[in-house]
């Protein structure tokens, strides 16, 4: 499995910003991915995903005008750039590799036993 490392959470006021990384040890080109999210008290749930060369993006409709997934092979790295932070955006977040991914719907689902890493918290608070 594809090991991912998340970053760039932390505490922001509703209307902020934050650039969360998933940076991987090796190359992530032959990798779709997917970030996830888990609030206090709930279940993870998908957020985003984009395709392994970065031509399809697919996002939640809670934060589809408002998140940005991007990615670049060369860095091995994947981005999810978030604005206008709500405290509902509030939980962990987490990236997984090879999600299944659907392009017309959103449908992202993780892969069976997925390992999941630590995840980065992310806090909207005023």
């Known amino acids: 499995q594809l090991q991912l490392v998340e970053s760039g959470g932390g505490a922001v006021q509703p209307g902020g910003s934050l650039r969360l990384s998933c940076a991987a040890t090796r190359d992530i080109d032959d990798y779709e991915i997917g970030w996830f999210r888990q609030a206090p008290g709930k279940e993870r749930e998908a957020v985003s995903c984009?395709?392994?060369?970065?031509?399809?993006?697919i996002y939640e409709d809670s934060v589809a005008d408002r998140f940005t997934i991007s990615r670049d092979n060369v860095k091995n790295v994947v981005y999810l750039h978030m604005s206008n932070l709500t405290p509902d955006d509030t939980g962990v977040y987490y990236c997984?590799?090879?999600?299944?991914?659907?392009?017309?719907?959103?449908?992202?689902?993780?892969?069976?036993?997925?390992?999941w890493g630590q995840g980065t918290q992310v806090t909207v608070s005023s």
């Open positions: 984009i395709s392994r060369t970065g031509g399809n993006t």
């Open positions: 997984a590799a090879n999600p299944y991914c659907a392009w017309h719907e959103f449908v992202v689902t993780p892969a069976p036993f997925y390992s």
